[in-house]
């Protein structure tokens, strides 16, 4: 006579092993993703109020005065995403030489466009006396692009960290995880420019 608690026994058995098959999302990776997301709806506030205020100061100095196209600054940023991507391959296949190589290139890269913004900055105030009080266009100007730099020096400050502590022999190939995440981030930073530069050097000159 056959059993007729086998169906409902095997149909327990396939819930429970479906329970078992089925895990939480990884914390960091919601956790990056999430901050992308806020960091991305902030950024969005600041370029519309910038495109909002285009055109409505009453004095000068206006952006067709004073702006120039920070063309190799942009290419270095642009770059850096490459290396880091190289860098974070190194670490993958285990070759901790070849990842600091290109994480320092990375980190090269980044002091020089947030080195490019500094001098952009003190040509702005000192020779084209545009403060963040000047008018509209300076303070949506610094605010837009200082947030953006602001994002770009704490990518800076963990990419330096990073490359601290592998340099004194920390085995940073156990940390790929955070690696990761910290390549992503710098991404977001790299794809936010396009929007900032698009938004400040091309639409709004």
């Known amino acids: 006579m ?5 169906p409902a026994r095997e149909g327990s058995q396939n819930a429970r092993t479906m ?3 089925w895990k939480l999302p990884d914390k960091g990776t919601v956790g ?3 901050l992308i997301i806020s960091e991305t ?18 004095t000068g100095p206006y952006p067709k005065d004073v702006l120039e196209l920070p063309i190799f600054s942009t290419i270095c940023l642009f770059s850096s995403s490459g290396t880091i991507v190289l860098a974070e391959k190194a670490l993958h296949h285990g070759k901790i030489a070849a990842f600091k190589l290109w994480w ?38 610094y605010s837009l692009v200082g947030l953006h730099a602001t994002h770009v020096i704490v990518g800076l400050a963990f990419l330096i960290l990073v490359m601290i502590v592998s340099v004194f022999g920390f085995p940073i190939q156990t940390q790929q995880r955070r690696v990761k995440f910290l390549s992503w981030y710098w991404h977001f930073v790299d794809a936010i420019w396009v929007v900032v530069f698009s ?7």
């Not at 056959?2 to 086998?6: E, G, L, P, T």
């Not at 969005?44 to 909002?52: D, E, G, K, R, S």
Request: cysteine-free; charged content about 10%.
């Open 2 to 6: 056959a059993d007729a608690s086998a």
């Open 19 to 21: 329970e078992g098959e």
């Open 32 to 34: 990056i993703i999430f």
């Open 41 to 58: 709806a902030l950024f969005t506030i600041f370029v519309v109020a910038y495109l909002v205020y285009l055109g409505k100061s009453l």
């Open 104 to 141: 320092f290139i990375t980190i090269a890269l980044g002091l020089e466009f947030i080195t490019a913004t500094g001098v952009e900055w003190h040509h702005l105030i000192y020779n084209e006396n545009l403060t963040i009080s000047t008018n509209l266009f300076g303070t949506t100007y």
């Open 199 to 205: 938004v400040v050097y091309l639409i709004g000159r």
